[in-house]
Every structure is written in structure tokens, then in C-alpha cells.
């Protein structure tokens, strides 16, 4: 059976180049660049940071600061629902790598499959000195209607730990409830979700509320995470 479609999508997707995002002659892409070449050092050995991810991350957004804060001596590890999604009813189904790998993506661009290290029904923010959630619009999509990914970030927010989100990630905050009154910013595209959970909206590379700090885009990279840094040398 057809359903008309003459161009095959694979050809026309929309996609981030990392690449052309590090090789770009700007600001912001040299201070992307700057971070890359640090030497690594002890600053965070002792922090253990829980990063939370589903399908459809960004990668950019996991893969620069994997890199990063393991190069700070950090602990990291990748979280991720124990599942991908599966209903029947609608055609939808996820392969068997699902069970240990989600996929990450460069904006619409399907990019490669990454192993995590633990699944949300089993971690325990308790064991973590800091959470981390990406965006890209699909993962976040994912995990704030994921019961077991909020109750993970409340029980974080609870304790004082630190929270950081950048770009469509904040949308997680949202549904866990911790942002209601706090200063936040993330992608653009999601300023009126936040101001209307009760969120005062800046427009800067980089929030900082007490435990939370949140960036909107990858370029904000350099600074957000220098402000988890500073934050978990306290």
C-alpha cells in the first residue's frame, strides 16, 4: 500500500553538524572549542552526576558534557527509562537495543545509539551529588510523563542537590513541579511553557537559582557548565 509520498525523507532531514558547530567563526563556537581543549583535571573527582535521557536527546547536549565533566574527574552516568515506548494501537514499537541503548539525535537527525548505565526504575537520587536533563524535543517529551523520572528529580529537589537542564529539558522541571517561582531559562520555544508554570523567564546564557541552573541552547554550553562546576566545588 501507498500513501503517496514520492521523496524519501532520509535524504531531506534537518540536522546539527557538530562539526560546523565547532569549526563556525563566532564567540560562542570558539568558547565551545576553548572547553574541548582543557586540559583535564581533579575539580570534581568525588561527584557522582546523574544525567537523565530518553530517545530523541540531543546529542551535542550529551556527548559535550560527558566529555567535560569525566574530564573534570566527575562521575557520570547515563539514566534512562528501563523501556522505549511500545503501543500496538498506533503502529509504534522499539527494537530490542532499547533495553540498553537510547538514541540520540542531531536535531531531526537520527544519530547513533548510546549505552546507559542504569535504568530510572532502579536509580536513587540519594546516591548522586547532582541531575542533569538534556534536551533535543523528544527525550524531554519522554521523561515528563515518566512517574519514576519526577519522582527522581523531587526527591533531588528535596535534598538541596544540584539540578541542571539546558534547551527543552526545563520542560522535566515543569512536570516535577520545582520550578513554580524559581528563575530559569531554556530553549525558546518553550519561555510561554514556562512562564506559565509560574517561572520568571530570563533570556541569558545561564540561570542560576540556588540548585538550579539552566541554559537554553548548545552554544550556552561553556557557561553552563562552568556554573556546575562552581557549584559542585562548594
Not at 10 to 35: K, W
Not at 143 to 150: M, S, V
Not at 193 to 222: H, K, M
Amino acid at each position: 500500500m501507498t500513501l503517496g509520498f514520492s521523496v524519501s525523507a532520509a535524504a531531506l532531514v534537518p540536522t546539527i553538524s557538530t562539526l560546523a558547530l565547532l569549526e563556525f567563526d563566532g564567540a560562542e563556537n570558539a568558547s565551545l572549542r576553548s572547553m574541548l581543549s582543557r586540559e583535564s583535571s581533579d575539580t570534581l573527582r568525588g561527584r557522582k552526576i546523574a544525567v537523565l535521557v530518553a530517545d530523541g536527546v540531543e546529542e551535542i547536549e550529551v556527548s559535550f558534557p560527558l566529555h567535560v565533566l569525566r574530564a573534570l574527574g566527575a562521575g557520570v552516568e547515563l539514566i534512562a527509562p528501563r523501556e522505549g515506548p511500545t503501543l500496538a494501537k498506533l503502529g509504534l514499537s522499539s527494537p530490542p537495543q532499547r533495553n540498553s541503548h537510547i538514541l540520540t539525535v542531531r536535531f531531526m537527525e537520527n544519530s547513533g545509539w548510546l549505552r546507559f548505565d542504569r535504568t530510572i526504575e532502579d536509580a536513587k537520587a540519594a546516591d548522586y551529588d547532582a541531575v542533569y536533563v538534556p534536551g533535543g524535543a523528544w527525550s524531554p517529551d519522554t521523561l515528563r510523563i515518566n512517574l519514576h523520572t519526577l519522582e527522581f528529580l523531587r526527591t533531588a529537589q528535596a535534598a538541596g542537590k544540584l539540578i541542571a537542564s539546558i534547551c527543552h529539558g526545563p520542560q522535566v522541571l515543569i512536570n516535577a513541579g520545582i520550578l513554580k517561582s524559581k528563575r530559569a531559562t531554556g530553549y525558546w520555544a518553550i519561555h510561554a511553557d514556562l512562564s506559565n508554570a509560574g517561572v520568571q523567564v530570563q533570556d541569558v546564557p545561564v540561570v542560576v537559582d540556588g540548585n538550579l541552573i539552566t541554559s537554553r541552547y548548545p552554544l550556552d554550553l561553556p557557561e553552563f557548565i562552568d556554573a556546575i562546576e562552581k557549584h559542585l566545588r562548594r
